[in-house]
């Protein structure tokens, strides 16, 4: 016997494929969507067929955006000769909400992990190097997560820009604000007194 109606099935499946939604939280949004009127499920529909239409990847930065350049690269305002070097779009959102970053980004879409087949060829690294070529880049910054594959990268990129004439930094880690140093891990601790830096 067939419980729930095959459309209704299918859009719990292709919920389920979102990162962090399991079979449970698909089943309530799809569920939800159903309660709402028509011309709301219509309207989504709308906007997510419209979505791969009209959303690129700005051709300087890597970033999604309906424009290219993006917003962020055209900004006369912004110094182009600082990059941050991120893995993703949502890195860089993040850091825009600092409101303290005055340079432009590079969006790698990734990090190194060999063990899934993703090397150097598979993001956009060659595309990093080709912006410092033209010689108007005096420091990167790298910024990818203190996780194993994104210091794989970050170790990686060191490696392939130290005869660079730029200046390279890594983005700090280490103590959240407000956190009790007895409850950080090994880990956190030693990154925190790696990049310890003078008192203000």
Same mark, same amino acid.
């Given at each position: 016997m $067939?419980v729930i109606p095959? *459309?209704?099935?299918?859009l719990i499946?292709?919920?389920s494929?979102?990162p ?6 698909a089943?309530r ?7 709402r009127?028509?011309? $709301?499920?219509?309207n989504?529909a709308?906007?997510?067929t419209?979505?791969?239409? #009209?959303? $690129? !990847?700005?051709?300087c930065c890597?970033?999604?955006s309906e ?9 006369p305002r912004? $110094?182009?000769e600082?990059?941050c070097?991120?893995e993703?779009?949502a ?5 825009e909400k600092t409101?303290s970053f005055p340079?432009h980004?590079h969006i !790698?879409?990734g990090v190194l992990?060999?063990?899934?087949g993703?090397g ?9 190097l080709?912006r410092?070529s033209n ?6 910054i790298?910024?990818?997560?203190s996780?194993?594959?994104?210091e794989?990268?970050?170790?990686y990129?060191?490696d ?7 200046? !390279? ?10 956190m009790d140093i ?6 956190? !601790?030693a990154?925190?007194?790696? *990049?310890r #830096? #003078?008192?203000?």
């Amino acid at each position: 016997m $067939q419980v729930i109606p095959p *459309a209704l099935e299918n859009l719990i499946d292709n919920l389920s494929l979102l990162p962090g939604i399991g079979k449970k939280t698909a089943t309530r949004l799809a569920l939800n969507i159903l309660r709402r009127p028509a011309v $709301q499920a219509k309207n989504l529909a709308l906007t997510l067929t419209e979505l791969h239409g #009209s959303i $690129q !990847l700005c051709s300087c930065c890597f970033t999604f955006s309906e424009k290219d350049p993006c917003d962020i690269c055209a900004e006369p305002r912004r $110094q182009p000769e600082i990059i941050c070097v991120v893995e993703q779009s949502a890195d860089l959102l993040a850091i825009e909400k600092t409101g303290s970053f005055p340079g432009h980004y590079h969006i !790698l879409h990734g990090v190194l992990s060999p063990m899934d087949g993703i090397g150097p060829e598979e993001i956009k690294i060659k595309e990093l190097l080709a912006r410092i070529s033209n010689g108007t880049v005096k420091e990167v910054i790298i910024a990818t997560s203190s996780t194993v594959p994104g210091e794989a990268t970050a170790n990686y990129l060191t490696d392939v820009l130290k005869t660079s004439p730029i200046k !390279l930094t890594r983005l700090a880690c280490g103590i959240p604000m407000g956190m009790d140093i007895k409850y950080a891990d090994r880990y956190t !601790l030693a990154k925190a007194i790696e *990049a310890r #830096s #003078s008192p203000l």
